[in-house]
């Protein structure tokens, strides 16, 4: 379980970008993070694993506070927490099955690390991974010859190898389009369900939160303005998020989005007419 309390970001200019946030996050549970830009979203995600350091507040997984940790320990308690990137974070130059081997780099030695020497176990391990996320034809490939949606995926199976207790997504589809935008939720949301893996994924697109996710937390100005299901985001709900907004020509448009794929997909005889 992950425990944040009273968690809050302060920057040296006087901003704040998070103020006392509180919430827990169970075992197996996916929670969607949504709010407008600079609502604390992605910095939320960052105080979390300590790529941004809180000013105050505690962080607790698994029992375990990481918010005194020092670099030592910090750096052994984030094998616990796998993160999946917006721009995916890829080393272009590197094949696929590099790319992913690059989520054990934490658990072995120095010189195993820097000439790429990993145990077998890690190794059919990466190939299970790549085989589970669609992309085992691609082990050989050079990252930087990957469409958005194959990078998308082997940041999914890199974040994996780590064996995460923790899965933080931040933003995986603002540079997909719809169609793959989906498949890569849908694809995260079984891969958590069936390892019991519980995850925090910071996502702007509301429609495909209510979509996918089990839960919703709505950050406005850096604190809680909203903690429930898909089904109790209300308009005055999205209203207390965003501000003033049409709501049901959102939805449309979501919906459109999906019709347009499947009458697309029937067009090609993939599904039944």
């Given at each position: 379980m992950l425990e944040l309390q009273g968690l809050t970001k302060t920057y040296k200019t006087g901003d704040t970008a998070l103020s006392d946030v509180s919430f827990s996050v169970p075992k197996g549970q996916i929670v969607g993070l949504i709010g407008p830009s600079g609502a604390g979203k992605s910095t939320l995600i960052r105080c979390i694993n300590r790529l941004v350091e809180p000013t105050s507040g505690r962080i607790?997984?698994?029992?375990r506070d990481l918010t005194g940790l020092g670099v030592r320990d910090l750096r052994a308690q984030r094998r616990r927490i796998g993160m999946i990137f917006q721009e995916y974070a890829l080393?272009?130059?590197?094949?696929?099955?590099e790319n992913v081997l690059s989520g054990r780099l934490g658990y072995v030695g120095f010189w195993a690390s820097f000439t790429r020497r990993f145990p077998p176990a890690d190794i059919q391990r990466?190939?299970?991974l790549l085989d589970r996320v669609g992309l085992m034809t691609h082990a050989d490939k050079r990252a930087d010859a990957l469409s958005g949606g194959q990078r998308q995926r082997v940041g999914i199976a890199r974040a994996l190898a780590q064996e995460p207790e923790l899965l933080l997504v931040d933003e995986p589809t603002a540079s997909l389009d719809p169609k793959t935008s989906r498949q890569i939720?849908?694809?995260l949301v079984e891969i958590c369900t069936e390892s019991g893996l519980p995850a925090i994924v910071n996502i702007h697109d509301v429609p495909l939160a209510q979509q996918f996710m089990q839960r919703i937390i709505?950050?406005?100005?850096?604190?809680?303005?909203?903690?429930?299901?898909?089904?109790?985001?209300?308009?005055?709900a999205l209203t207390e998020i965003y501000g003033s907004e049409d709501w049901t020509a959102m939805r449309k448009g979501h919906e459109d989005?999906?019709?347009a794929e499947a009458d697309a997909l029937r067009r090609l005889s993939v599904l039944p007419a």
């Open positions: 607790v997984l698994g029992g080393v272009e130059r590197l094949s696929v099955m990466a190939y299970r939720m849908r694809l709505g950050l406005r100005a850096g604190q809680v303005v909203f903690d429930g299901t898909p089904a109790q985001l209300t308009e005055s989005d999906k019709d």
